[in-house]
C-alpha cells in the first residue's frame, strides 16, 4: 500500500479518544511530531513498559529519543507551566526527545486565567465546563491583536509595548467583573523574560523547520488537541474550545501549505464520551454508562473530572469526517464493551418527529434531539491479548465492520489496551 511522509491524528469524538496513546504509536517511526492547536487544558495519558505518563503542552513523541517534538504557532503557551512539564519528563524519563517551540506562538498569562474564571461566573446557567486555564481569554486576545507572541519577548521595547495590553486587560476584569488583577506587572515582565532565556535554546521558526523536514523526505506527524466536535467553527458551538481542532487547521497552525500533509487519520472511540457542558445526544444516564466509565477508566487526564459517556455516535462521526477531511479512522478502547450484550450505534437523530442524518448546526437543536438507533449484538471474550482482525470475537468484527459500512470510510485498525503492544493496525502506512 501507500507510504505517507506526512500524517494528521486528530480526534474525531468530543476529545479523549486516545490520541495520545496513538501519536505515540505512529511517533516511534516519525522524525518529527508537530502539535498544531490548543493549550495545556489538552492532557494526553501514554503507556508503554508498565509506566504512565502525562504530557499537556509536549507533544506525545517526546518520549521517543529520536524525535523531535514542536509546539506549532497556533498553540497558546503557557511558559511557567511548559519549563515545569519539560523539567518533570527531564526527571521521570531518560527516553525523551528533543523540543522546539514555534517563535509565533501566542503567550498564555497569569491575568488569562482570571479572565478566565470570571467569565465562566459569569455565565451562570450557559457555564460552558472551560477548565478555567486561560486558553479562550488568550485566543481572544490573539484575535483581538492585543496578545504577546514569544518572538515579541526579547525585543528591546516589550516591556513599554506590554504595558498597553496589561493595562487593558487589568481594566477588563475591574470594570467587567469588579476583580482587581493581583499580579505586579515588573514582576511579570522579569517572569517572561526569565521563561525565555530558559527556552531560548528550544525557539525556532517552526513554517520553515517543518516544511524542510517534509521536502527532505522526513516522516513528520501532525498531533491535534481536544476533537472535531469542539472545534470553534464546525463543534457544538458555544460548548466547544477556542481554537480550531480539525484535521485542516495542521497546515495553519504549523505555517506549512496544506499540500504538504498526505494523510488525515481519525481517532474514535468504541463508544462516544464527553467533558464538561454541552449536549450529548447519545449520552447513557444508567448502569451501562457507569460500567463503560469504570471499566475505561473515563476521568479526565488533566482534571480528574467523570466523563459522560455514550453510545457510539455515527451521526457526530460523519460530521467530524466531513469538516476535518479525514481519510481513515482508528477505533480505541474496543476492550472496554466486552461483556454488554447488546451494542447501540446512533445513526441519525430525530428532532420534532423529524429524522435527520446531519448534526444540527444550533446547541439548542441539538439538545432536543433524540437518538435513533440500531443494535447489534456484543460479546463475552476477554480481547485484551488479540493481536489481529481475525483473533477478535466474529461480534466485534461485526461491530467494526458496521461502524465502518455507516460512516462510510476505512477502519485502520483498533486497540484493545493502554499499552502500545495493545495497538493492532491492518497496514503499515506511515
Not at 190 to 204: G, V
Amino acid at each position: 500500500m501507500s507510504k505517507y511522509n506526512s500524517l494528521v491524528i486528530v480526534g474525531a469524538q468530543w476529545g479523549d479518544e486516545g490520541k495520545g496513546k496513538m501519536t505515540d504509536y505512529f511517533g516511534q517511526k516519525a522524525d518529527l511530531v508537530v502539535r498544531f492547536a490548543g493549550g495545556d487544558n489538552a492532557g494526553h495519558v501514554i503507556n508503554f513498559n508498565g509506566e504512565k505518563h502525562k504530557v499537556t503542552l509536549v507533544p506525545s513523541g517526546i518520549f521517543n529519543k529520536k524525535t523531535t517534538n514542536v509546539i506549532g504557532n497556533g498553540c497558546v503557551i503557557n511558559l511557567k507551566n511548559l519549563i515545569e512539564e519539560i523539567e518533570i519528563i527531564e526527571k521521570h524519563s531518560s527516553e525523551h526527545g528533543n523540543l522546539l517551540i514555534s517563535n509565533k506562538a501566542h503567550v498564555l498569562m497569569p491575568y488569562h486565567i482570571e479572565i478566565d474564571k470570571a467569565l465562566e461566573e459569569e455565565r451562570e446557567a450557559l457555564k460552558i465546563g472551560t477548565t478555567k486555564k486561560g486558553i479562550g481569554p488568550a485566543y481572544n486576545d490573539k484575535i483581538s491583536r492585543m496578545g504577546v507572541r514569544i518572538c515579541d519577548i526579547p525585543r528591546p521595547r516589550f516591556k513599554e509595548e506590554f504595558k498597553v495590553i496589561f493595562n487593558y486587560n487589568k481594566k477588563f476584569l475591574k470594570n467587567m467583573f469588579n476583580v482587581e488583577l493581583d499580579i505586579n506587572f515588573d514582576e511579570l515582565c522579569e517572569d517572561l523574560q526569565n521563561y525565555y532565556l530558559k527556552l531560548k535554546h528550544r525557539i525556532t521558526d517552526c513554517d520553515i523547520f517543518v516544511e524542510n523536514a517534509i521536502k527532505a523526505g522526513k516522516n513528520v506527524l501532525f498531533e491535534g488537541a481536544q476533537g472535531a466536535m469542539l472545534d470553534i467553527d464546525h463543534g457544538t458551538y458555544p460548548y466547544v474550545t477556542s481554537s480550531n481542532t480539525s484535521a485542516n487547521n495542521a497546515s495553519i497552525g504549523t505555517g506549512i501549505g496544506h499540500k504538504l500533509i498526505e494523510k488525515s487519520l481519525g481517532i474514535v472511540k468504541a463508544y462516544c464520551t464527553r467533558v464538561g457542558e454541552g449536549p450529548f445526544p447519545s449520552e447513557l444516564l444508567n448502569e451501562i454508562g457507569d460500567k463503560i466509565r469504570i471499566v475505561g477508566n473515563e476521568f479526565g487526564s488533566n482534571t480528574g473530572r467523570p466523563r459522560r459517556i455514550g453510545w457510539f455516535d455515527a451521526v457526530a462521526l460523519k460530521h467530524a469526517i466531513r469538516t476535518s477531511g479525514l481519510d481513515s479512522i482508528f477505533i480505541t478502547l474496543l476492550d472496554v464493551l466486552t461483556g454488554i450484550d447488546d451494542l447501540n450505534i446512533c445513526v441519525s437523530y430525530e428532532i420534532n418527529g423529524l429524522k435527520t442524518s446531519n448534526m444540527p448546526a444550533n446547541a439548542g437543536d441539538l439538545w432536543d434531539c433524540r437518538p435513533v438507533y440500531i443494535s447489534t449484538p456484543g460479546w463475552k471474550e476477554d480481547i485484551t491479548k488479540v493481536k489481529s482482525f481475525i483473533d477478535l470475537p466474529d461480534e466485534a468484527k461485526n461491530y467494526i465492520k458496521l461502524i465502518e459500512k455507516i460512516c462510510e470510510i476505512k477502519v485502520e485498525g483498533f486497540s484493545v489496551g493502554p499499552d502500545r503492544n495493545q495497538t493492532i493496525l491492518y497496514e503499515d502506512f506511515f
